[in-house]
Nanobody, 120 residues
Framework: QVQLVESGGGLVQPGGSLRLSCAAS????????MGWYQKAPGKERELVAA???????NYADSVKGRFTISRDNAKNTVHLQMNSLKPEDTAVYYC??????????????WGQGTLVTVSP
C-alpha cells in the first residue's frame, strides 16, 4: 500500500502565500507524475499543477506566474508554493501521485485533501 499525507493548508488573506506539501510512504519503487488538484465548492476537481519524473511542469492558466510546483525525489515529496493568493483560489487541494510499486504495479494514489481559504 501507498499513502499520501498532505500539509500546509489554512486561512490566508488575499495577496498572501501558502506552501502545501505532500509526502508519500509505503511500497514505492518509483513515482512518475506528481500533481495538485483543487476542488472548489460547486465545481469539479481540476488540475492545478503537475511535475513529471523528468522535471517537466504544467500549470492551469489561472495559477501561472503565481504557483510553483516542485518535487524532492529523495523524500518522495511534492510542494506547491502559492503566492499572490486570490479568494477564487479557495478550495480543497489534493495531491495525486502515479506510483510504481516493488511488484511493478502501477497505482494512482490520492491524498486526503487540505483546505485553503483565502479571505480578508
Amino acid at each position: 500500500q501507498v499513502q499520501l499525507v498532505e500539509s500546509g493548508g489554512g486561512l490566508v488573506q488575499p495577496g498572501g502565500s501558502l506552501r502545501l506539501s505532500c509526502a508519500a510512504s509505503g511500497d514505492i519503487f518509483s513515482i512518475n507524475t506528481m500533481g495538485w488538484y483543487q476542488k472548489a465548492p460547486g465545481k469539479e476537481r481540476e488540475l492545478v499543477a503537475a511535475v513529471t519524473s523528468g522535471g517537466s511542469t504544467n500549470y492551469a492558466d489561472s495559477v501561472k506566474g503565481r504557483f510553483t510546483i516542485s518535487r524532492d525525489n529523495a523524500k518522495n515529496t511534492v510542494h506547491l508554493q502559492m503566492n499572490s493568493l486570490k479568494p477564487e483560489d479557495t478550495a480543497v487541494y489534493y495531491c495525486k501521485f502515479g506510483v510504481r510499486t516493488s511488484t511493478i504495479r502501477y497505482l494512482e494514489v490520492w491524498g486526503q485533501g487540505t483546505l485553503v481559504t483565502v479571505s480578508p
